[in-house]
């Protein structure tokens, strides 16, 4: 690094040869989980989707890009594709305007409870999905579940409602389910970003006689927009990720109407409850393009997104 | 919102709520927000203390007759016990692995200069923006192909990959801004660069390393579907999601064992979250600001 501010010595060859060799073994540990977990499966799926492979122990035969032939053909590819992303559309934008209020409610530092109140909105977060497919399952149940319950005792519907047995709802349903589930991480990274406020600006704000509402719309979040860039990055992605919501809820059901992508690569790879053979190949092939249909979009949110910022600053 | 208002300083313009009102209505309102977003969760534990029977019949959230003997038949007959333990292990060993191997990836690339640096950036960034879900065939290829497709280690080891990217960004950022000083001093007395990472910078890097734990803890804890795809074929390494999942699936109708189950699953991480919460988000805080 610095090492030439020091006097030269005559072992400095040998002793900047080890510095650089402990760098790189510095980064032993770190290579291995991120070789094994993170880069050989993107590279890997190329490859597999170009096989037809019944398991990890049979044998793969190369099939070029059949596979990818089939999948264009597939309808239900393409509705577990469209559901996928209906669902981020759905959730995305209500999860991070809720999170936003909830944090700015939540920033004041003279409110009382309000680390209480921060872990009762993160309890959802550290709840595992198969725990939350249970209660919600007995929640929504359209036998004497306490949300059919309370509507009918309401007078809000006449009929149970069978939120997660109708086809037409279920996806909906998930969707609620899933802003209620995570929230709490959204509102956390816009808790952090809050901190990055300088309080100086809130006392100057003070002292021109400006009002909380003001200083909230016209001070806070113009300064944590950038924020809002990564932040909407990182929720896009994580909603693409519902396949343990969905598995544990419905498992794509009913008649498919909530298979998302996830779950429908699951099920071509590893379910033989239809008592259909596994196809790895396959569900690599439908993986990677979507996968790829992702990154497309993403860095064409970068560029819009840098387009706007750009903009913004002409002003 | 309501910072403008922390001294008792008049506004010049007349509101319709003063800022001490104004808070107590803020108050009102999260404290019934927050009692309908956990209303799910206090129903289940109130569930798991009724017998099967006074789960519906009985609507109150307080049992008439509580009884714990769901907790004994979820713990005993349905294995929640060895599932307990099976992801406690995973969680424990992968948050280890993920700790170190993150924080010592993280001192190299914040603070050293080395050829290959900027491609190791270049490839831990464009990773981050690809979803991870669709990548689990070729991990579980890769565990079957070292003879760790159906075991416990299999699992934690896969787990380590989760959110490791930004675990390293995050300490990276931390590291790259801390002042020279410290290390130029450690080197001046000697001090070698193992020694000055564990001795000195580890330690300084105490919020990060709260963070990581909490989020990677979180992460195994909850992770569903690699542990579900390893277990298939062997029950017996099944981790609380799976267990509590497959419990569903088997005994469809015994809602108290589940809600027991469900419980005994979601105690530590709650009870870890809240005594790690405030340096989890002041970590973060600082993360963002680096």
């Not at chain 2, 640096?117 to 070292?146: D, N």
């Not at chain 2, 990217?165 to 020279?180: E, S, T």
């Not at chain 2, 099944?238 to 109708?253: H, M, Q």
């Amino acid at each position: 690094m610095t090492d030439a501010a020091l006097p030269a010595r005559p072992h400095r060859k040998a002793r900047r040869m080890r510095q650089t060799a402990l760098v790189y073994l510095f980064l032993v540990p770190g290579m291995m989980v991120f070789g094994a977990f993170i880069l050989w499966p993107l590279v890997a799926s190329e490859w597999y989707s170009l096989l037809d492979w019944s398991g990890f122990d049979a044998n793969p035969v190369f099939v070029g890009l059949a596979n990818y032939r089939e999948l264009l053909g597939d309808s239900y590819f393409w509705d577990a594709f469209r559901r996928s992303f209906i669902f981020m559309l759905a959730t995305v934008p209500a999860q991070m305007a809720i999170s936003l209020v909830l944090a700015v409610m939540l920033n004041d530092k003279l409110l009382k409870l309000s680390s209480l109140y921060r872990t009762l909105i993160f309890l959802p977060v550290v709840t595992p999905v198969a725990v939350i497919g249970i209660v919600m399952t007995l929640m929504l149940s359209p036998f004497n579940g306490p949300v059919n319950m309370a509507l009918l005792d309401w007078g809000l519907t006449q009929r149970t409602i069978d939120f997660l047995g109708s086809p037409r709802l279920v996806l909906w349903t998930l969707a609620v389910i899933y802003i209620w589930k995570w929230v709490g991480v959204t509102m956390v990274y816009w808790l952090a970003a809050l901190q990055t406020v300088p309080a100086e600006l809130f006392e100057a704000a003070r002292l021109d006689g400006v009002t909380g509402r003001q200083v909230t719309m016209y001070i806070v979040l113009p300064m944590i927009a950038p924020f809002a860039v990564v932040i909407a990055l990182i929720s896009a992605i994580s909603a693409m990720n519902v396949f343990p919501l969905v598995q544990a809820m419905t498992q794509g059901g009913p008649f498919y109407s909530s298979e998302v992508m996830e779950v429908y690569i699951f099920r071509t790879a590893f379910a033989s409850a239809a008592g259909t053979v596994p196809r790895l190949g396959y569900a690599s092939a439908a993986g990677v393009f979507f996968g790829l249909s992702i990154m497309v979009l993403t860095v064409f949110q970068i560029l819009a997104l840098r387009q706007a910022r750009r903009q913004g600053g002409d002003q | 919102m309501t910072t403008a208002s922390r001294t008792p300083m008049r506004r010049r313009r007349p509101s319709l709520l003063s800022p001490r009102r104004r808070r107590l209505v803020v108050s009102i309102l999260l404290a019934a927000l927050c009692a309908a977003w956990i209303y799910p969760m206090l129903w289940m534990v109130s569930a798991s203390l009724k017998t099967n029977a006074a789960i519906f019949a009985d609507p109150g959230l307080i049992p008439s007759e509580p009884t714990i003997e769901n907790y004994f038949r979820a713990w005993t007959e349905a294995r929640i016990g060895a599932y307990f333990f099976n992801t406690l292990f995973v969680t424990i060993g992968s948050v280890i692995i993920v700790t170190v191997a993150a924080a010592m990836m993280g001192y190299v690339l914040g603070r050293r200069q080395f050829p290959g640096r900027g491609l190791i950036f270049g490839l831990l960034v464009f990773t981050l923006f690809v979803p991870q879900g669709y990548t689990i065939i070729p991990v579980l290829g890769l565990l079957s192909a070292v003879g760790l497709g159906q075991s416990l280690w299999g699992v934690m080891l896969a787990t380590c990959g989760g959110s490791f990217v930004i675990f390293v960004m995050l300490f990276a950022g931390y590291f790259n801004q801390m002042p020279d000083e410290l290390e130029e001093a450690a080197r001046m007395d000697g001090v070698g660069m193992v020694k000055t990472f564990w001795f000195v910078m580890l330690p300084l890097s105490q919020p990060i390393i709260v963070t990581v734990i909490v989020m990677q803890t979180l992460y195994a804890w909850n992770d569903f579907l690699l542990p579900l795809v390893v277990t298939l074929a062997n029950p017996a390494i099944r981790t609380l999601s799976v267990g509590v999942y497959a419990f569903k699936g088997e005994n469809f109708v015994d809602w108290g064992g589940m809600t027991a189950a469900s419980t005994i699953s979601i105690l530590p991480v709650v009870i870890l979250f809240l005594f790690l919460q405030r340096y989890f988000i002041a970590g973060l805080a600082g993360a963002v600001k680096g």
